[in-house]
């Protein structure tokens, strides 16, 4: 034989082979046309006697396939074999990468040292007081949220720098840095991390917290110098003005020559010096206001709101920016603030006395509350010095009227007291303010301070082994995708299921490489696969079974394959001829085989368990007149009976092939796995799907041993699973369901009871009117998952079912709790009429029974009636018909008491009677207190259906009673009429007369034979 080519053959080139005229003379027959127009000789191929059996036709002996809800384009076992088989290599990959990353994990990550300490806010109010009738000094109030502000600033760092002697830099003490407030408390709580040993750690700490409290301290004695200065400069106007008011007390008594003053002036001068000491006292305090209030607008001044607002927005931006990405509106919304912070701050200036925008900044708001404060204050103490210097305008009128020296030395006197008293209470004050000014407290003291013991360390351990895990699954990850990649890009037909892809018919047989790892003989193999394929051949009746072999340019193998599969049909007692082209020691040539095909059936004749072999030589070389002679021999080797024709076609890919192809009913593919590529066979197969060939079966060579074959099945069982679930087993949300919503790592974005909408739709954060309806939870939470990525970085969104609302079964009728029931889970009927309350039940007849006619109860799911017998399923305990429950179904119950029957005739209490459910005809009788004397019990009526076409029923009692037949069970508004006997009105005359006989009889007699017994009378006779 010629050499098959490597390029696709043309359809010109079959019709040279075939010898028919070119294309342009006449149109190629299509594959219906065929037999009619496109084969040439037909009756030379078939066999001369008519079929017992009429040929079938493509559609009628293509096997069926079976219907699969998933058809991958791969062979899901070939890649869990490839990973198996690579699981080393796998290992390997993952170590390496988890040995780089563990190292870059060594190396990134350091031991951290925390240590923590705690200052408290104590009570500013001063123990010292230097006179009685003055005050105590008060310094400001500074709030928690201020300090923190000021504990914040980098001078506070630079200077714990410089106390540890620059060996930490101020950025380094500050990244290590957090303090935060105790909530409801006056802690705050101050924590230094570092990477160094832990005493330099808890040396940073102490440093820092020194620091703090020192700048407690500064800031408390700021104040009192700050008051000591204005009390100084008062404390001198003072002086000045008494040694005034005594020089001229002093004139005034000179020449006046007054020693004293009377009582009376003696004692509204001493109660005016006591309103006017309350006048200067208040006076002072009054000033000492306005020397805070100039204190706080200078501080006021200095605190650039702008700015402080413009650092929160950038910080608050940053914050922001970890955690969402720039299409988040949070983001969004922060730079157009940010944006508008800067622009205000360019169009204006500072301002000094303005107050300070929410969340401007702390320590402008503390200030100007502060301001607020003693502005009110102030104001107070004007009210008070108004009301102070009334009373004092009424004490000098009495005083007026008094002699006029008299009244002038008062007013001295009054402005000496008033002087001296004002400079006694500055000369305390002042002194109070030197001592703070000395023994400054501070706002804030130590609360506590970490011992050596208590600094905690953190160990990069966990974050270097996470680090290598995380290595591990990606090496091993990538190896698998690369495999996996390279494994579906590998185009060669290699396992089972390769080949089942290619030729779209069942592979019947899989013959493995490796022999050792056969479990049967290949004697025993050929045999059950012949067993198989049998039943798929398209066989006649009274004629041989005609097969070809296709092949993809291995002709040895099928040689091979084709010997086997013929002892195998001579082992199930068929006789067998195969034409290879193999020539072995009994084969004989195919030319001499059809020049005389006598031969051949004589040879089969004498030795019936030997299979005729004939090889293809040299010499044969399909022209047209061997074709005739191989389709005459053909057409005489099929009238043999029981009888199995196996040819080995050549190369699919040679005209030949498909020329043979064309006669024979049934086609076998047989190929070696990695011998050929699947889109090759598949545009070749589609050729000779299109000729009218017809392909059965397909059986592969050389097979791969799948070691994890276990393995493997199980896992093309999983994925093919996903495909063939069924639905009625997941539970999809609906309308109405409501489910549990949230997003860790993001506080305060949890949401409970979100209910879908009756359009099938929610909506989360940003996530607008997401479909639901129809989704599993799963599916849920992943779409939630991908719109909210986009908004959020490392977005993870946990979904939890709360209420099942949507999945509703519908139970009416003889139910303790009729209504729609929610299917939150996969329910049966018994659990669904247990949800309901179970059956009813009730009196009757003194007995407690069921109210539900289990007979006429059904189920309907659409517009179908399960079969179901709920008298078997509740009465018998028959779980089979146990069915489950699914959306949408209609249980009903209908009441037995509801329905009637009436009992009427020759029965004690005609009338009528409530239906039970295993009411019959006895029972009926039973309960109409039995028959009367005239019934007739062999033929009882049952008059049953509608008034129009009424159905009747004849029921012989005598029959029941003595269990000759089976109980007549009656249906709801059957009449039961029980008849006289025919004969009872002859019984009764036959009765009657009898009666009247006998009576007449007895009289007669008795009258003739016996006499009275009374012959006198037994009264007297009265005349």
């Given at each position: 034989m010629n050499n098959p080519p490597n390029a696709p053959f043309s359809l010109e080139a079959i019709n040279r082979k075939r010898g028919w005229p070119r294309a342009n003379e006449f149109q190629f027959a299509t594959p219906l046309q065929t037999s009619a127009v496109a084969r040439p000789a037909p009756e030379l191929i078939k066999a001369?006697?008519?079929?017992?059996?009429?040929?079938?036709?493509?559609?009628?002996?293509?096997?069926?396939?079976?219907?699969?809800?998933?058809?991958?384009?791969?062979?899901?076992?070939?890649?869990?074999?490839?990973?198996?088989?690579?699981?080393?290599?796998?290992?390997?990959?993952?170590?390496?990468?988890?040995?780089?990353?563990?190292?870059?994990?060594?190396?990134?990550?350091?031991?951290?040292?925390?240590?923590?300490?705690?200052?408290?806010?104590?009570?500013?109010?001063?123990?010292?007081?230097?006179?009685?009738?003055?005050?105590?000094?008060?310094?400001?109030?500074?709030?928690?949220?201020?300090?923190?502000?000021?504990?914040?600033?980098?001078?506070?760092?630079?200077?714990?720098?410089?106390?540890?002697?620059?060996?930490?830099?101020?950025?380094?003490?500050?990244?290590?840095?957090?303090?935060?407030?105790?909530?409801?408390?006056?802690?705050?709580?101050?924590?230094?991390?570092?990477?160094?040993?832990?005493?330099?750690?808890?040396?940073?700490?102490?440093?820092?917290?020194?620091?703090?409290?020192?700048?407690?301290?500064?800031?408390?004695?700021?104040?009192?110098?700050?008051?000591?200065?204005?009390?100084?400069?008062?404390?001198?106007?003072?002086?000045?003005?008494?040694?005034?008011?005594?020089?001229?007390?002093?004139?005034?008594?000179?020449?006046?020559?007054?020693?004293?003053?009377?009582?009376?002036?003696?004692?509204?001068?001493?109660?005016?010096?006591?309103?006017?000491?309350?006048?200067?006292?208040?006076?002072?305090?009054?000033?000492?206001?306005?020397?805070?209030?100039?204190?706080?607008?200078?501080?006021?001044?200095?605190?650039?709101?702008?700015?402080?607002?413009?650092?929160?927005?950038?910080?608050?931006?940053?914050?922001?920016?970890?955690?969402?990405?720039n299409e988040h509106p949070f983001v969004i919304e922060a730079v157009e603030k940010l944006a508008t912070l800067e622009q205000a701050i360019a169009k204006a200036g500072p301002r000094a006395d303005a107050p300070p925008k929410p969340g401007e900044s702390n320590v402008a708001e503390s200030l100007y509350l502060e301001l607020v404060r003693l502005r009110s204050d102030k104001e107070v103490i004007s009210e008070q010095l108004t009301k102070l210097e009334a009373v004092r305008t009424k004490l000098n009128e009495r005083l007026s009227q008094?002699?006029?020296?008299?009244?002038?030395?008062?007013?001295?006197?009054?402005?000496?007291?008033?002087?001296?008293?004002?400079?006694?209470?500055?000369?305390?004050?002042?002194?109070?303010?030197?001592?703070?000014?000395?023994?400054?407290?501070?706002?804030?003291?130590?609360?506590?301070?970490?011992?050596?013991?208590?600094v905690s360390t953190t160990s990069p351990s966990k974050k270097i082994m996470m680090a290598g895990i995380g290595g591990f699954v990606g090496g091993c990850g990538l190896v698998a995708v690369t495999l996996i990649v390279l494994t579906l890009l590998d185009p060669r037909l290699v396992t089972a299921g390769d080949l089942r892809r290619a030729t779209g018919v069942p592979v019947i047989g899989s013959l493995a490489a490796d022999t050792e790892s056969w479990v049967e003989s290949e004697s025993a193999w050929a045999f059950r696969v012949w067993t198989r394929l049998q039943p798929m051949l398209s066989m006649n009746?009274?004629?041989?079974?005609?097969?070809?072999?296709?092949h993809d340019a291995a002709p040895e193998a099928a040689s091979t394959m084709a010997a086997r599969l013929g002892k195998a049909a001579l082992r199930r007692g068929m006789s067998s001829i195969i034409i290879t082209t193999h020539e072995s020691a009994n084969s004989i040539a195919l030319s001499s085989a059809v020049a005389n095909p006598e031969a051949l059936i004589r040879h089969l004749s004498m030795s019936p368990d030997e299979m005729g072999e004939i090889h293809i030589d040299a010499t044969w070389t399909w022209d047209t007149t061997q074709r005739r002679q191989w389709a005459l021999a053909i057409a005489r080797w099929r009238r043999l009976t029981n009888t199995l024709i196996l040819i080995v076609l050549p190369s699919m890919h040679e005209p030949e092939a498909l020329v043979i192809s064309e006669s024979l009913p049934n086609l076998l593919w047989t190929a070696s796995s990695a011998g050929s590529l699947v889109s090759r066979v598949q545009d070749a197969l589609f050729l000779y799907k299109h000729a009218g060939c017809r392909l059965v079966a397909a059986l592969l060579e050389h097979a791969p041993n799948l070691k994890p074959a276990a393995l493997a099945k199980f896992a093309a069982l999983l994925m093919l699973g996903m495909g063939t679930l069924n639905a009625g087993e997941i539970l999809l949300l609906g309308p109405g369901d409501a489910v549990n919503i949230n997003m860790p790592g993001f506080e305060g974005h949890e949401r409970k009871e979100i209910t879908i909408g009756p359009d099938g739709r929610l909506t989360y954060l940003q996530a607008r009117d997401v479909i639901a309806a129809g989704l599993t939870v799963d599916q849920l939470r992943a779409k939630l998952t991908t719109a909210l990525r986009r908004y959020y970085r490392s977005a993870k969104v946990v979904v939890t079912p709360y209420t099942f609302q949507s999945r509703k079964v519908y139970v009416l009728g003889k139910v303790v709790k009729k209504g729609a029931i929610n299917l939150d889970r996969p329910m049966s009927l018994l659990e669904v009429v247990a949800e309901?309350?179970?059956?009813?039940?009730?009196?009757?007849?003194?007995?407690?029974?069921?109210?539900?006619?289990?007979?006429?109860?059904?189920?309907?799911?659409?517009?179908?009636?399960?079969?179901?017998?709920?008298?078997a399923l509740f009465l018998n305990g028959d779980m089979s018909q146990n069915a489950a429950i699914e959306p949408g179904d209609y249980v009903y119950f209908p009441s037995a008491n509801s329905n009637e029957i009436y009992v009427l005739g020759d029965v004690k209490m005609q009338g009528t009677q409530g239906l039970l459910a295993h009411t019959s005809v006895h029972s009926a009788v039973a309960l109409a207190g039995g028959f009367t004397a005239k019934a007739y019990t062999q033929r009882i009526l049952v008059i049953r259906g509608s008034l129009d076409k009424p159905e009747r029923i004849v029921v012989d009692m005598n029959d029941i009673m003595t269990a000759r037949s089976k109980g007549f069970r009656l249906e709801p508004k059957d009449i039961v009429y029980i008849a006289d006997r025919p004969w009872a009105r002859a019984e009764e005359l036959v009765n009657i007369a009898i009666n009247a006989f006998l009576q007449g009889a007895v009289s007669s007699w008795t009258s003739a034979n016996v006499g009275p017994f009374i012959k006198e009378p037994l009264l007297p006779q009265i005349r």
């Open positions: 001369p006697a008519e079929s017992t059996r009429a040929e079938p036709t493509q559609e009628e002996a293509a096997p069926q396939a079976t219907p699969s809800a998933l058809k991958l384009p791969f062979d899901p076992l070939r890649l869990v074999d490839t990973l198996v088989r690579r699981w080393l290599l796998m290992v390997l990959a993952g170590v390496v990468c988890a040995g780089l990353l563990a190292s870059v994990g060594m190396m990134k990550f350091e031991t951290l040292h925390s240590a923590k300490a705690q200052i408290i806010k104590q009570s500013i109010a001063a123990p010292f007081r230097q006179t009685e009738s003055g005050e105590t000094f008060q310094p400001n109030e500074l709030s928690i949220t201020t300090f923190s502000s000021l504990m914040h600033s980098g001078a506070v760092a630079e200077a714990a720098a410089l106390r540890l002697g620059d060996r930490f830099s101020e950025r380094y003490l500050r990244s290590g840095l957090v303090i935060a407030a105790e909530r409801n408390t006056d802690i705050l709580n101050i924590s230094m991390t570092s990477d160094h040993s832990p005493e330099a750690t808890l040396e940073m700490l102490q440093a820092y917290v020194g620091e703090v409290i020192q700048l407690s301290k500064d800031l408390q004695r700021g104040d009192a110098v700050q008051m000591k200065t204005f009390l100084q400069k008062q404390m001198e106007r003072a002086d000045t003005d008494l040694l005034a008011v005594n020089q001229e007390l002093l004139e005034y008594g000179r020449e006046a020559q007054l020693l004293d003053a009377e009582k009376q002036m003696d004692a509204w001068l001493g109660e005016l010096g006591n309103f006017s000491l309350k006048y200067e006292t208040l006076k002072l305090d009054h000033e000492t206001l306005d020397l805070r209030i100039q204190g706080v607008q200078k501080e006021l001044s200095k605190v650039d709101t702008g700015a402080a607002l413009v650092d929160n927005a950038r910080r608050e931006l940053d914050n922001l920016r970890v955690r969402y990405t008094l002699p006029r020296k008299a009244m002038e030395y008062a007013r001295i006197k009054t402005r000496q007291q008033a002087l001296q008293t004002s400079l006694s209470l500055l000369t305390g004050r002042q002194r109070e303010a030197a001592l703070h000014e000395e023994n400054a407290h501070g706002y804030f003291k130590l609360f506590s301070m970490a011992r050596p013991q208590d009746t009274g004629e041989a079974t005609l097969c070809g072999l296709l309901a309350g179970g059956l009813e039940t009730g009196l009757f007849q003194q007995n407690t029974v069921e109210l539900a006619d289990l007979g006429r109860s059904f189920v309907m799911r659409g517009q179908q009636r399960l079969p179901l017998n709920l008298e």
